[in-house]
């Protein structure tokens, strides 16, 4: 396993556990590195408009809100989420909030504009309709990639390596080998779960790396004096945000910066300036300073929508990826890992799937 992000790390530690996972061996690359598992706002909840985002969303939600394990290496935070959709994005939103009432019952609901205005919005277009979740929250992605990485540590089929890997080399008639701190080791199977990083890896050693593209992903931590909203998503005005700790705000707007080095993650104070202006006019009762601190990070999106174990063209499902898809992969990394492990280890075995209990997480 190539990657100690969040979606490596997942993968690995359920390969761990599974009664077929066989032995792992995970490879950190540079911890030094600021990825997108330490910056990610780390805001969760079961709505996105893609239905394949939305189900590893919702399913996600609820395998974390079933777990106290979970919730506490992730130090989950609960709180509401209101998504207010672009027009015609997505499927029907009554059947969306169906969906997150089947798995999570008492959590969603349509948001007309009049309620929107009672929690705090200000000018709803006319017929705009929300979608509102009460079993949202959010966590903290390192802590709980932290977390995974230390419970997997203790098990006898998992080795963590500091180091990074350096190629990837095919062997007629043999499994992959991997150059991993000037030392040569052979495998079954290879997954490059590097995120930005992916396409360089596959790149550099050779390999198809078409599809894979990175994206600046910014965000600020602005003072708030009084009043905040929940967390939120505002398509039509292009910006979200959510309370982050006590008296502050985490806010942003998207960006359209593509083709950037993940290494050197960048930075636009304009980008803070538009996301309060959108906020205030969004929610007037909103005293908010300037930023704070201001953190950039990059992210790998691919033309798949979802997180997903995918194997590399011309390499005979020796070499797959688990990355990508629109970016963002906290709210999806917990089911796409599930749904990766059935890839990877016998059909049957169910082990792998198990949510995990209050002491599940003891080796």
Do not use: N
């Not at 006019?281 to 929508?305: H, K």
């Amino acid at each position: 396993m190539v990657g100690g992000g969040l979606a490596g790390s997942l993968l690995a530690w359920r390969l761990a556990r599974s009664r077929h996972g066989g032995e792992v061996d995970l490879v950190l690359g540079d911890r030094c590195r600021v990825d997108a598992t330490a910056a990610s706002g780390g805001a969760v909840r079961g709505y996105e408009t893609h239905p394949s985002q939305r189900a590893l969303a919702v399913a996600s939600l609820a395998e974390l809100l079933a777990s106290p394990t979970l919730r506490e290496w992730g130090g989950f935070r609960p709180g509401e989420a209101v998504y207010l959709p672009a027009p015609g994005v997505g499927e029907p939103l009554a059947a969306a909030v169906a969906e997150i009432e089947a798995a999570l019952p008492g959590s969603a609901s349509l948001v007309p504009a009049t309620e929107l205005t009672r929690l705090g919005w200000a000018d709803p277009p006319a017929g705009a309709v929300a979608v509102r979740e009460r079993k949202a929250g959010c966590l903290t992605p390192g802590r709980l990639r932290d977390s995974v990485l230390a419970d997997a540590a203790v098990r006898r089929r998992v080795r963590l390596l500091a180091a990074t890997v350096e190629a990837v080399t095919l062997r007629p008639g043999a499994g992959p080998r991997c150059r991993v701190a000037g030392r040569d080791r052979d495998y079954d199977q290879v997954v490059v779960a590097a995120g930005p990083w992916t396409g360089r890896l596959l790149a550099r050693t050779g390999l198809p790396a078409a599809g894979y593209r990175t994206k600046s992903i910014q965000y600020a931590i602005h003072h708030v004096d009084g009043w905040r909203p929940t967390q939120f998503v505002d398509e039509l005005l292009g910006c979200y945000g959510r309370p982050e700790g006590e008296g502050s705000l985490l806010l942003g707007v998207p960006t359209d910066r593509w083709g950037v080095d993940p290494d050197r993650p960048p930075t636009s104070p304009e980008l803070p300036e538009a996301a309060v202006r959108r906020a205030r006019t969004r929610f007037p009762r909103l005293r908010i300073g300037p930023a704070v601190r201001i953190v950039g990070a990059v992210d790998c999106y691919t033309d798949r929508p979802t997180l997903s174990l995918t194997p590399v063209p011309g390499t005979g499902g020796q070499v797959l990826t688990f990355t990508g898809g629109a970016g963002g992969c906290v709210k999806t990394a917990l089911a796409a890992s599930r749904d990766a492990v059935t890839r990877l280890v016998e059909p049957g075995d169910r082990s792998a799937l198990m949510t995990l209990g209050p002491r599940e997480g003891q080796p």
